[in-house]
């Protein structure tokens, strides 16, 4: 009889909210659904693919492009299924088992799970004592305390919706120079203090970038590393090699050629995000269970409620979902209806 390996089973499947919701507000993805126009551009790149033929194994065409959108040089990038493809390509690619991971608390939950794969030791620093905000300093001095060879974050921060400077990121990535800092910048197109540009003027940086939050195309798995030559070569070879499917590739090349619309999607969003801040923080003025309501440099806004299971719950059974973690309720921005309806849903059920 076979039985799994120790390591398969302390996994845990990966559970998106089941269940069907009026309104989605858990994700962080972006409202706005592509437009017809761009569909329709889409599907005719897709049609005229060469289906037996496998894909570029390096996205040149698609990396080109995506280049061209941030100003960064092609030669730096690669893409992945998803930059979460490539939180478990760099991870396993860059640490050695028995290696510790620096990872901080509360961020994105995949780093620790890829680490935890890979086999790595975990270190974790906790935000909580700084009201959620990162200490560049003390960041720096525990990584060299836990001597962590693999330091990775989010910046604009999920959860916590807060930013860090780019003079503290800059900092950490100077000062820990003999290991990796990799950060994740899934949310910086709603926010300030990209290193994104400079990730291949340093030996120890790689910098992540998503489609999947604000340019709406989460469907498609698509990401991007960038960093120095040696490291990007170092990824592309640790990445299967036809890890970014063809229909992806051809999408992405339409998505980035449409500059003005991407920058329109962006600035939707934040309006509706400073919009939601708004409702929610004059809310909270009138709730006691409210604790806080954070600022936002992201798509989402983050709560912190007494009973925030409770609310949850109460929210779910009137079809909104939202992302609960611990006391924090973490509440991605949407259209105006959808805001309005969670506003007025919570001003009902918070005390
Ligand atoms: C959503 C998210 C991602 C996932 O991006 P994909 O490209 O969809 O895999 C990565 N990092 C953070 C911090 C995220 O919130």
């Known amino acids: 009889m076979y039985e799994l390996p120790a390591k398969a089973r302390a996994l845990t499947a990966y559970k998106p909210l089941s269940g069907t919701y009026r309104i989605r507000l858990d994700a ?22 060469p289906f037996n033929r496998y894909p570029d194994p390096y996205a040149v065409e698609l990396c080109r492009r995506f280049a061209a959108f941030f100003g960064v040089d092609a030669q730096y990038m690669v893409a992945g299924n998803g930059s979460d493809e490539l939180i478990g390509v760099i991870i396993g690619a860059f640490c050695e088992h028995g290696e510790t991971v620096l990872t901080v608390s509360p961020d994105f939950s995949m780093y620790a799970f890829y680490a935890q794969m890979n086999g790595a030791k975990a270190a974790v620093y906790d935000k909580q004592e700084n009201g959620l905000m990162l200490d560049a300093e003390r960041l720096i001095a525990y990584a060299k305390q836990q001597d962590a060879k693999l330091i990775i974050l989010s910046n604009p921060c999920n959860p916590t919706s807060l930013g860090t400077s780019r003079k503290d990121i800059l900092r950490i990535v100077s000062e820990l120079s003999d290991r990796l800092v990799v950060i994740d910048e899934a949310y910086m197109d709603f926010g300030e203090g990209s290193v994104l540009t400079e990730a291949a003027d ?3 940086l ?12 989460a469907a498609i798995r698509l990401g991007f590393a960038v960093s120095c030559n040696q490291l990007t070569d170092a990824i592309k070879a640790a990445k299967s090699p036809y890890n970014v499917s063809a ?9 980035f050629e449409h500059k003005d619309y991407l920058m329109d999607c962006i600035g939707k969003i934040k309006d509706s995000r400073d919009r939601l801040f708004k409702a929610l923080w004059e809310l909270g003025q009138s709730k006691a269970q409210v604790k806080e309501v954070y600022r936002t440099t ?8 007494d009973d925030s299971e409770k609310t949850h719950q109460a929210l779910k059974e009137k079809g909104i979902a939202v992302r609960h973690m611990g006391n924090l309720l973490r509440i991605t921005a949407g ?4 805001n309005a309806a969670v506003t007025a849903a919570l001003d009902e059920i918070l005390r």
């Open 298 to 305: 992201t798509n989402f806004v983050l709560l912190h409620v």
């Open 202 to 204: 340093y030996d120890n």
């Open 206 to 217: 790689i910098v992540l970038k998503t489609c999947s939050k604000a340019f709406g195309m």
């Open 247 to 255: 229909m992806t590739q051809a999408a992405g090349c339409v998505l």
């Open 335 to 338: 259209s105006e209806q959808e």
């Open 28 to 49: 962080n993805e972006s409202f706005l659904d592509a437009p017809d126009w761009l569909r329709l551009e889409i599907a005719k790149a897709v049609s005229e693919l």
